[in-house]
Every structure is written in structure tokens, then in C-alpha cells.
């Protein structure tokens, strides 16, 4: 049996030649100048969760894992979104996220030894620029609630102002993440109410001033329905105020570009393009401004430009706001972000194109999400809300039973069901609401409104 | 060695080129959204043949830790095991949505509560979030905590410290929360100045962030009168967890006196950095900041897991949903593989290995400002040229380069972790000296000049790129 320690390749003759020529006789003699008392004298009590005692081998430990992951049912069809998207991954995208040079490597803060990684983030902050109509975009950040609260600091040191406004149909734990970090310093965060499922625009102008630093409202929202842009964008540009277009279903960027609405600031997630729904993370936050606004922005960007030789090159931009260079000054106290994501991202939309992103976003989510509406609201019992809006793929019914329950049911049927609007809205108890994208066709959705319809008569157990 | 230019996917666009398939379909279109008529967006039109050999062509542009030693001090370079992710993306652990029914999702739940537990024991905390992306997310995570903690106690603290040496994210975390700065000294030897500390550490100081061993690679041993003055004056302590890996199994956060501690699960526990992220940074508190916690958290309940957003004092959230669950499948499974014998040995051979190379790097000239104590897992060189030996390494010898100038102008912060081999240590010091060699005598720097490069560019013109910013790629026309 071996008697070395898992990916340590350190032998007993490496430890005595080492420790010969640091001059010490044992290990521990490395470890002296910790305080005696402060010592750990025993054995770490890591518990198994199996029988067998930690350490496992490979396959024990493969052979678990592959136990924990049966617990986790994913082979349903979802009908389920929320900030969280089942949208089909292209093989080529998970190949090349798991290439050794791109998985394993540090952040590029050495250009000559990380030319691959700097072009790909070039790459991919242009196509997102496209996307949006901006001209920066940050290398990546964590995710859109995380995005939020930074282009809402990035609207402020722009704007010297500490009032922010967002609207109650932002996507609600986005919001508990923005009430969380705004608690800290000197902000007033005013939430704007909803009128039949967007942003109440009379109340956002009673409530906008010469105070507001930013306007935030999600477009779709997170009733999937899209929003008025131009007027809030008119309404915070009357008040020098920056409107920014949170977006948190990515896949709408190829049907609607957010400039066209005069947006300053997009900011969101984008586990669309090709991220994993992964139990709610990693996802992939990002900003995208002006060029006038790029010194506030956060995170990593990288600039085109050229080595000794004059050949092209790529390098990070801007250190100057990032903390390891103006810690206390640093425009945000990001470091590791999401880069991985931002690759996946970058294949996924090279593989789409623009075509194929459009009929993907198109005829795949809106227009068989609108085929969905129509099919479920004309079931007994079922009902239209919020109706003369414009939605994208996701949308809200009145259900005739308890949420949950159903939900519960259709469990029963292989069938993740949406969400149950009262978890964040109590004044939204039946309401449920439903996402469609590519992964569900025309036949499943007759399938469910078979289910729905059937369950109805029959009604819940 | 002449590389060229990957041309840029966007140039390799030919209409009538695309690589997505995707299925027919009977439905009926409807103009739903003619209002809102984009122009298109312009992303590349390429083959799925074209975009295989542009990626392929960039990583290979990119140098990899797993053909060089990675030695970048206070990162943590270490092997990420191809184990890891393979079971990470298990479809029941890749494919789940976070809003499922609790009843289908066991099995995430079970990885989080035992990693929860294992991070309890290895730092000597009373519970963990998974919430936080980054080491920094759980700085900014702990200092939420902290002041929740005497908003409660109706105490107003306005001022955070660290010490002068710290990471620049440990500053950025506490004036992009609201809080003021200020620095402490280190003294003469790497440590904090005691002296100052006390001076500094008033009632309106919240919390002191610190990082043991420190950024100098060092240990500070009063690190119990450290807790003392910082307790004795109410406040908490905070462990930046960017260096736990010299220390596991030796010693716990806990039991040295701190209150918060964040974990970078992508340093210490394997899991890879991936250019730069997903990472994750856990952060733990001791007891009585349990309740401050984000929420929701992972319990077990007569045999079932569930999420428990009922806290009575938690801070709220801060990311959506609960954590890079990706990554802490990873960090779980690298904790199982190990063990607890395991675990202590990866730090002693962490700390054994940087010794090594500080001794030896020592002998052969190189000066180590603080060489003349036993670092921990990193040690740190001075050199009046850094910059070019930096260099010279990558171009020359294939070497990635360590991280420069920190925690000091010229210093050169080494760090081997115990996942390379005697023999590629040994090679990285042979390379360092001989590229020394070159910095101190013009006619080898010649010789060297004449060698083939390993690096795909010469030296980056950073002036220009800093002072001429090109961020995208305007379209063409």
C-alpha cells in the first residue's frame, strides 16, 4: 500500500534532504513559533458521511459522490426560471471550460504569460458590448444580484449622489442582496411599487428627484414582462439621474438592446450563454457603460495593445481603480471573479451567431412561451394576469389550486413546475409563474396543460 | 519561440457560416415585439470547426500550471485534481435549479452541510456561510456581519484596521462598506507592531482584519496578545483565510483568538482558479455572531436537509440563491479525499517546501529580508531587479513568474505549495539563478538574448496600453 498523501509527491527521501538543508531535524520544528498553547494536539474530527473513515480512496470517494448525486433529481422538464435558466449547453462549451490552460490558470496580471485568457476577455467584453450597445464592459463579476449592487456604487461616485430607486418587480433576491450591502454607509434606497406586473411609473416620478443617483428597473422583469425603458430612462435623464437596465435573462439582449431605450449603465447575469443552472451558481455578473464612465467602473477590464515588437497584444486595463494597487481607493474590492463563465459566455454566443441567437431567443423562448400562455390560460380554472404586457419567456397565471401543492403534483409527473409567486409576493398567493426555453417543446407543453387540465377536474390530493 | 496573432473570432465571420443546430419547430410566429426591432448585434458567424481551433489556439497562448510550477505568493497555486471536476459535474449536481423542491435536492444539501462542518473543524469556528464567490465577497460578507453585530449592541464602531502589509482587498472590503480605514504598522521583523496596534485600537475601532501567517510568509507569534488588545477593547477579529494553507491541522483560527474567518476555497482547497475565478470564500463566525449569518443556512432534521431562512439576526444575503455550489462540490470532495492526516500533511509539506527554497535561495546569494526566520507556506526575496529577473524568467525559461512587488516595492513573494515536486523546486531555483546571472553580467544577458522565447509576446507596451485604452473591437462597417 502507498504511504503518500493524496496529490503530495513529496517522498521521505525529499523531507530529509529539505529539512537537511533548512537545518531543522523534524517538521514540526517549522511550526515552533506558534504560541504552545495555541497548538491543535490532536487529530482534525472530520466525520464521514458514509461508513468508511476519511481519508477515501478515488473510487470510494467516486462511488459516493455519484450516490449524492442520484439524491439530487434533475431529470425533469422545467418549467421553472426565476433568475435561473435551463437554456441547452453546447457540448463544445463544457469541452473547452475544462482545457487544463484555461482552468487552471491565476488572473492574467502577467500579460506575456497569459496572452489566451486576455484575448478571450477581450473577445467576450465586445461581444457583450454588441449585445448591449454600451462600449465597456468589465471582464466579469459574480453574479446579477452581486452586478446590481456595484453599478449602483459605480452610478453614485459618478453622480455624487447616495439615492438609489428600484422597483419592486426586480427579481426578489436581488433586492434582499442590495437592501443587505446598502445598510452599510450613508444610502437611502427607495423601492418603487408594482402596477399590474411593471414598475408603477407614477410612483418612480413622485419618488425620483435631484437626490437620485441611479434608477434601477429589470427589463424583462421578474414576471418576465418587458418594461417601459424610454420613460424611465426620460424620467431619470430629466433628473440628471442614471437609468440603469438590469438584466437577468441575457437572451433577451438578442431581441432587445437596451440603448435602444437609453439605458447608461446595463448590468446582470448572464448564466444564459452557457453556464449551468448549477443549483444557483457559479453564474456570471457583468457591467457594461459608457467610455465616459469607465474610471468607476468595477472589475477587471482588458485593452488591446501591443508588445516591445509592436505586435498586438492584451493586457489589463485601469489597475488603478482595482484594490491591489488603490486598496482603500479601489472602486470595488472585487478580485477573483468569474472568468470561467465569461469564457463559456464567449463559445456559447460564437456558436449561436446572430442568427442563431435571435431564432434561439425568438422562436425557442418568446413565441413558445407565448404559445404556452395561450395553452394554459384557456384551461378550466387557469386565468390571465397582468395581461396587455409584452412578455419574453417567462409569464404569470392565476392558478386554481395552491401553488405548492401543485407543484407537489407535478413532481409526480417529471415535471418541475414554476414558481409559486406568494414565496416573495404574499399578495400574490396562486399565482404562478412560468418560464419556457428551448429544452421545452410544443409537445411538452401540451403534455403539462394535459396534466393541468386532468389535475383540475380531479383536482389535488 | 515565434507565435502567431490568433486573428480575432470576429474577423473569421463569413455569412452563411454557423455552427448552433437547433430543432424545427410547427410553431406559429407572431409579431410580438416589432416595437422593439434590434439591429444585430454583430457576433461572429462562424463554424463550430473554426470556433474549436480559435479556443484551442488561444489557451495554447496561456501558460498552465500544470506544465510549470505556479509559485504566484499568497495565491495558492496548487494541483487542482481532475477527480474534482469530473464529479462536480455530475448531471445531478450541474443540472439543478435552486428553486426545487427540497425533497429533490438531498444530495446538494448533504455536500453543504458536511462542508459547512468540515470548515467548523478545520478553523475552530461555530458555523460557516457558503454564500460568498471570492475571498473577497467574504470579507465584505464578515464586515457586514461584524456590524450588525454592534448595531445590536447598539455600540457605534465606525473605523475597521488592518495591517500595512495586508491584501489591498482588505481596505477596499472596508471603505466600499461605509467603514473607515486604518493602517498599523508592521515592525521591523514582519509582524504587527504591538505598540501601535494599541495605540490605534480604540472603542470605535469595529474590527482588526488580519491574515496569520501574514503576507510576509510569517507567523506572528503574538498573535494571543494580539486577540487580547483587540478583544479587551471589544472588538472582533478577522481572519483572512488566504494563507490557511499553512496551517491546517496545526493550529485553528478559532483557538487563536479570531471571531470571523473567511476561506479561500480556491486556494487551500484545490479547487482551480480558472483565470481568475469562480472561486468561493466561506466565511465563519464564533457563536455569538451565529445568529448574524446570511440565510439562508443547510440543517438537518430527523435525517432530512433543509434551508433555514429563519435567523433572527441575520445580515439578509448577499448573492442570489446560495453559493458557486460548483465550487464547494469540489472543495467537499478534496476534503474527503484527504482527511485529517491528510489535511495536516498538506501544510506541513506546504511550509517544508518553502523553507527549502528560502534556505537554498539564501546560499545562493538571494536576499530575504526576513530569511532570517522560518517562513510558513511563502517566503519572500528582495531584488533591486525584479522586474526583469520576473521576466527573464517567463521569456527564457519557461517559468511563471511569482508575485512581485508585494508586500513591498521590489519583493518577489514565493510560494511552492506542496503539490510540486522536490525536482521542479529545484529547477525554478537553478532558473532564477541563472537568469540572476544575466541581470548581473551583460555579456550572459547577451548569450540569453540570443536563447528562443517561450512567452507568445516580448515585453507588453503597458504605457500605452494604460494611457491609449482599446476595450472593444469596433465593428467593422
Redo the contacts between chains.
Keep these: 500500500m502507498k504511504d503518500n498523501i493524496s496529490y503530495i509527491p513529496t517522498t521521505k527521501s525529499d523531507f530529509s534532504e529539505m529539512l537537511l538543508e533548512i537545518g531543522v531535524s523534524k517538521i514540526d520544528d517549522l511550526f515552533e513559533v506558534i504560541p504552545q498553547k495555541m497548538r491543535l494536539n490532536r487529530d482534525l474530527l472530520l466525520p464521514s458521511p458514509l461508513k468508511t473513515d476519511l481519508p477515501l480512496s478515488e473510487i470510494e470517494l467516486s462511488g459516493y459522490m455519484h450516490e449524492a448525486s442520484a439524491k439530487n433529481n434533475s431529470n425533469y422538464k422545467y418549467f421553472l426560471g426565476a433568475g435561473c435558466y435551463n437554456h441547452y449547453i453546447p457540448s463544445i462549451v463544457d469541452l473547452f471550460l475544462k482545457l487544463p490552460k484555461f482552468y487552471t490558470p491565476y488572473t492574467p496580471y502577467k500579460p506575456e504569460t497569459n496572452q489566451g485568457t486576455l484575448q478571450v476577455m477581450y473577445e467576450y467584453q465586445t461581444m457583450m458590448c454588441r449585445l448591449t450597445g454600451l462600449e465597456v464592459s468589465n471582464a466579469s463579476l459574480y453574479d446579477g444580484a452581486t452586478a446590481m449592487v456595484e453599478a449602483a456604487k459605480m452610478a453614485s461616485r459618478l453622480t455624487g449622489r447616495n439615492e438609489i430607486l428600484i422597483s419592486k418587480s426586480i427579481h426578489p433576491e436581488y433586492r434582499h442582496v442590495f437592501n443587505t450591502y446598502f445598510r452599510y454607509g450613508d444610502w437611502k434606497v427607495i423601492e418603487v411599487g408594482i402596477s399590474n406586473g411593471k414598475t408603477n411609473l407614477k410612483e418612480l416620478e413622485q419618488n425620483i428627484s435631484e437626490q437620485t443617483a441611479a434608477v434601477i428597473i429589470q427589463s424583462p422583469n421578474f414576471f418576465g414582462i418587458i418594461e417601459d425603458m424610454d420613460h424611465v430612462a426620460r424620467m431619470a435623464h430629466k433628473h440628471l439621474s442614471l437609468y440603469i437596465s438590469l438584466v437577468v435573462e441575457a437572451l433577451s439582449l438578442a431581441l432587445i438592446k437596451p440603448t435602444d431605450f437609453d439605458a447608461d449603465i446595463v448590468a446582470g447575469e448572464a448564466q444564459s450563454f452557457g453556464s449551468h443552472m448549477s443549483f444557483g451558481g457559479p453564474h456570471l455578473g457583468f457591467i457594461n457603460c459608457y467610455s465616459k464612465h469607465k474610471s468607476k467602473l468595477p472589475g477587471r477590464v482588458v485593452t488591446k495593445t501591443e508588445d516591445a515588437d509592436g505586435k498586438t497584444a492584451y493586457m489589463l486595463w485601469g489597475a488603478a481603480r482595482e484594490q491591489h494597487i488603490s486598496r482603500n481607493r479601489a472602486t470595488s474590492n472585487i478580485c477573483s471573479n468569474h472568468a470561467l463563465n465569461a469564457l463559456a459566455a464567449s463559445i456559447y454566443l460564437s456558436w449561436y451567431g446572430n442568427k442563431g441567437l435571435e431564432e434561439l431567443a425568438d422562436l425557442h423562448n418568446m413565441q413558445m412561451a407565448h404559445y404556452a400562455y395561450e395553452t394554459i390560460r384557456k384551461i378550466h380554472g387557469y386565468a390571465a394576469t397582468f395581461t396587455g404586457n409584452t412578455f419574453f419567456n417567462e409569464f404569470v397565471v392565476n392558478c386554481p389550486h395552491d401553488v405548492s401543492a401543485l407543484n407537489k403534483t407535478l413532481l409526480e409527473h417529471s415535471i418541475v413546475g414554476g414558481l409559486d409567486l406568494g414565496r416573495f409576493y404574499p399578495e400574490y398567493k396562486n399565482k404562478m409563474l412560468f418560464c419556457i426555453t428551448e429544452k421545452t417543446n410544443q409537445n411538452d407543453i401540451d403534455e403539462l396543460a394535459d396534466i393541468l387540465t386532468y389535475l383540475n377536474e380531479k383536482g389535488l390530493k | 519561440m515565434e507565435k502567431e496573432?490568433?486573428t480575432?473570432?470576429?474577423k473569421e465571420t463569413q455569412d452563411g457560416?454557423?455552427?448552433?443546430s437547433?430543432?424545427k419547430?410547427?410553431?406559429k410566429?407572431?409579431d410580438?415585439?416589432s416595437e422593439?426591432k434590434?439591429?444585430?448585434?454583430?457576433?461572429?458567424?462562424?463554424s463550430?470547426r473554426q470556433?474549436?481551433g480559435?479556443?484551442?489556439n488561444?489557451?495554447?497562448?496561456?501558460?498552465?500550471?500544470?506544465s510549470e510550477m505556479?509559485p504566484?505568493g499568497s495565491?495558492t497555486?496548487?494541483?487542482?485534481?481532475p477527480?474534482m471536476?469530473?464529479?462536480a459535474?455530475?448531471?445531478?449536481?450541474?443540472?439543478?435549479?435552486?428553486?426545487?423542491?427540497e425533497?429533490?435536492?438531498?444530495?446538494?444539501l448533504?455536500?453543504m452541510y458536511?462542508l459547512d462542518?468540515?470548515l467548523r473543524?478545520?478553523a475552530g469556528m461555530a458555523q460557516f456561510t457558503l454564500q460568498p464567490?471570492?475571498?473577497?465577497?467574504g470579507?465584505?460578507t464578515g464586515?457586514?456581519i461584524g456590524?450588525?453585530y454592534f448595531t445590536d449592541k447598539k455600540e457605534k464602531r465606525t473605523k475597521i484596521l488592518a495591517p500595512d502589509s495586508s491584501?489591498?482587498?482588505?481596505?477596499?472590503?472596508?471603505?466600499?462598506?461605509?467603514?473607515e480605514?486604518e493602517q498599523v504598522n508592521s515592525n521591523g521583523q514582519g509582524w504587527v507592531d504591538l505598540e501601535d496596534l494599541k495605540k490605534r485600537m480604540t472603542e470605535n475601532v469595529a474590527i482588526f482584519m488580519l491574515t496569520n501567517p501574514n503576507t510576509y510568509g510569517?507567523?506572528d507569534?503574538n498573535?494571543?496578545k494580539i486577540a487580547e488588545i483587540i478583544h479587551r477593547k471589544g472588538g472582533l477579529l478577522y481572519y483572512d483565510g488566504a494563507n490557511l494553507n499553512a496551517?491546517?491541522?496545526?493550529?485553528?483560527p478559532g483557538?487563536?483568538g479570531f471571531d470571523i474567518v473567511h476561506i479561500?476555497l480556491?486556494k487551500t482547497f484545490?479547487t482551480?482558479?480558472?483565470?481568475?475565478?469562480?472561486?468561493a470564500?466561506p466565511t465563519g463566525v464564533v457563536e455569538k455572531l451565529k445568529d448574524f449569518l446570511?440565510i439562508p443556512t443547510v440543517e438537518k432534521h430527523g435525517g432530512k436537509y433543509t434551508l433555514n431562512y429563519s435567523l433572527e439576526h441575520t445580515?439578509?444575503?448577499?448573492?442570489?440563491?446560495?453559493?458557486?455550489?460548483?465550487?464547494l462540490?469540489k472543495a467537499f470532495?478534496y476534503?474527503?479525499?484527504?482527511?485529517?492526516?491528510?489535511?495536516?500533511?498538506?501544510s506541513?509539506?506546504a511550509?517544508?517546501?518553502a523553507?527549502?527554497m528560502q534556505?537554498?535561495l539564501k546560499k545562493k546569494g538571494f536576499k530575504f529580508p526576513y530569511g532570517n526566520?522560518?517562513c510558513?507556506h511563502e517566503c519572500v526575496m528582495k531584488h533591486e531587479n525584479i522586474d526583469t529577473l520576473?521576466?527573464l524568467l517567463?521569456?527564457y525559461f519557461k517559468k511563471?513568474?511569482a508575485t512581485i512587488h508585494?508586500p513591498e516595492a521590489n519583493c518577489y513573494m514565493i510560494e511552492p505549495t506542496?503539490?510540486?515536486?522536490?525536482e521542479s523546486i529545484d529547477k525554478y531555483i537553478e532558473a532564477m539563478v541563472e537568469a540572476d546571472k544575466a541581470i548581473k553580467d551583460p555579456t550572459v544577458m547577451e548569450e540569453l538574448e540570443k536563447r528562443k522565447t517561450f512567452?507568445?509576446?516580448?515585453?507588453?507596451?503597458?504605457k500605452?496600453?494604460?494611457a491609449?485604452?482599446?476595450?472593444?473591437?469596433k465593428?467593422e462597417e
Design positions: 496573432n490568433v480575432l473570432i470576429f457560416r454557423a455552427a448552433y437547433l430543432p419547430t410547427a410553431i410566429k407572431k410580438l415585439l422593439y434590434r439591429k444585430t448585434p454583430g457576433l461572429p458567424e462562424v463550430e470556433i474549436a480559435h479556443y484551442q488561444l489557451a495554447d497562448l496561456n501558460f498552465c500550471p500544470y505556479d504566484l495565491c497555486m496548487k494541483y487542482n485534481p477527480l471536476e469530473a464529479l459535474s455530475l448531471p445531478g449536481f450541474l443540472d439543478m435549479h435552486p428553486y426545487q423542491d425533497s429533490t435536492i438531498q444530495g446538494a448533504e455536500v458536511f462542518l468540515y473543524e478545520i464567490s471570492a475571498g473577497a465577497h470579507e465584505s464586515i457586514m456590524g450588525a491584501h489591498g482587498t482588505n481596505p477596499a472590503s472596508v471603505t466600499n462598506l461605509g467603514f480605514y510569517l507567523f507569534p498573535i494571543d496551517i491546517m491541522g496545526k493550529c485553528r483557538d487563536l479561500n480556491h484545490g482551480p482558479h480558472a483565470m481568475g475565478g469562480p472561486g470564500g446570511p445580515i439578509g444575503k448577499v448573492k442570489a440563491f446560495y453559493g458557486n455550489y460548483s465550487v462540490t470532495a476534503i474527503l479525499m484527504l482527511g485529517p492526516e491528510g489535511l495536516r500533511r498538506v506541513e509539506t511550509v517544508v517546501h523553507n527549502y534556505e537554498k526566520q522560518h510558513m520576473g521576466h517567463s521569456e511563471l513568474q508585494f506542496e503539490t510540486e515536486s522536490k512567452t507568445p509576446i516580448r515585453k507588453i507596451n503597458a500605452k496600453g494604460m491609449r485604452p482599446c476595450l472593444i473591437e465593428e
